[in-house]
C-alpha cells in the first residue's frame, strides 16, 4: 500500500500533470510537474484531526515559498469544517502573500468529475491543505486565463476554486498599499 506522500505524488504525476481531453489538453494543473520535477514540494504527512489544524498553521507560520502541502488521514474534521477554518486563516495568512486551499474527500464525489480523464485512484483516505504563494499563483492564473485555459472547466469547479482564490485579492491590495 502506498504511503500518503506516495499517493499525493502518484496524484501529480498520473492526474494533475498528464493532458486531459476536456481541458483542451491541457494538464489539470499546468504547473505542477514542473514544481514536481524541481522538488519545490514539501509534503507533510499527520494522522491526528486533534493536531492537524495546528500543524496547518505552524507550516503557514514558516512558509518559504515552497509549496507546502499537510495531509491528514484522520477524518474527524468535516469538509465543512476544514473549509470555514481555511477560510479564516486566509483572512492572516493572504495579507502575508500565502494562500490555503482546503481538499477534503467529501468534496470530490461530483466536483471534479469533468475532469476524470484518467482512472487515477487514491490508496488513503486522506484531507490535505495547500499552502502557496498567492501573488505568485495569482500571476501564474491570469496567464492560463489569458491562452484559454479556464474555458471548459466546469463553473462550480472554476467557483470553488479561482474565484474562491480571487475573492482573497482585496487583502493582498491593502497590503501592497
Known amino acids: 500500500m502506498r504511503s ?13 500533470e498528464i493532458p486531459n481531453k476536456h481541458l483542451n489538453n491541457f ?15 514539501n509534503i507533510i504527512e499527520h494522522h491526528d484531526s486533534n493536531t492537524y489544524l495546528e500543524a496547518i498553521t505552524k507550516e ?6 515552497k509549496i507546502s502541502i499537510v495531509a491528514c488521514s484522520d477524518l474527524s474534521i468535516t469538509a465543512d469544517e476544514l473549509a470555514d477554518y481555511i477560510h479564516a486563516l486566509n ?3 493572504v495579507p502575508k502573500d500565502v494562500y490555503l486551499m482546503a481538499s477534503h ?4 464525489d461530483e466536483e471534479i468529475d469533468f475532469l ?11 484531507m490535505m491543505v495547500l499552502i502557496q504563494p498567492f501573488d505568485e499563483l495569482e500571476e501564474a492564473s491570469k496567464s492560463l ?4 485555459y479556464y474555458n471548459n472547466w466546469d463553473d462550480d469547479y472554476f467557483n470553488g476554486t479561482v474565484k474562491q ?8 491590495k491593502h497590503e501592497d498599499s
Open 165 to 172: 482564490r480571487q475573492y482573497y485579492k482585496h487583502l493582498r
Open 4 to 16: 500518503i506522500r506516495e499517493d499525493i505524488i502518484s496524484w501529480s504525476k498520473d492526474f494533475l
Open 91 to 93: 483572512y492572516v495568512y
Open 60 to 65: 503557514a507560520n514558516k512558509f518559504t515559498g
Open 105 to 108: 474527500p467529501e468534496d470530490f
Open 145 to 148: 486565463k489569458k491562452i484559454g
Open 27 to 41: 494538464p489539470v494543473c499546468p504547473y505542477a510537474k514542473k514544481t514536481r520535477l524541481d522538488n519545490h514540494i
Open 116 to 126: 476524470q480523464d484518467t482512472t487515477w485512484e487514491s490508496h488513503n483516505d486522506f
